[in-house]
Nanobody, 120 residues
Framework: QVQLVESGGGLVQPGGSLRLSCAAS????????MGWYRQAPGKERELVAA???????NYVDSVKGRFTISRDNAKNTVYLQMNNLKPEDTAVYYC??????????????WGQGTQVTVSS
């Protein structure tokens, strides 16, 4: 069984920074992409950033220039460095690992979510 464990959320003032981490564990053979989604109250879940096994990245326009996704393939861990945070970044952030090949086959996995609150 594959599990994703997130850490790093919290309360920060506007303009501040946070770093989210997500470690995948289990009988993992390979992971195609890892990334972060977020869901604010009353809104749909949206992709924030993703990083593919080849190193390419994808960001939602609202975070470009402020957020940076990185990945340690040896540790099956993905990070999201969030700088210059704004109140509209407030949401529950979910880590995801897509097209994970394990002893059980190929599947997608999600973390439990971590709250990020940007407020003065």
């Amino acid at each position: 069984q594959v599990q994703l464990v997130e850490s790093g959320g919290g309360l920060v003032q506007p303009g501040g920074s946070l770093r989210l981490s997500c470690a995948a564990s289990g009988s993992i053979l390979s992971i195609n992409s890892m990334g972060w989604y977020r869901q604010a109250p009353g809104k749909e879940r949206e992709l924030v950033a993703a990083m593919f096994s080849g190193g390419s990245t994808n960001y939602v326009d609202s975070v470009k220039g402020r957020f940076t996704i990185s990945r340690d393939n040896a540790k099956n861990t993905v990070y999201l460095q969030m700088n210059n945070l704004k109140p509209e970044d407030t949401a529950v952030y979910y880590c995801t690992a897509q097209n994970v090949r394990s002893r059980n086959g190929v599947d997608d996995y999600w973390g439990q979510g971590t709250q990020v609150t940007v407020s003065s």
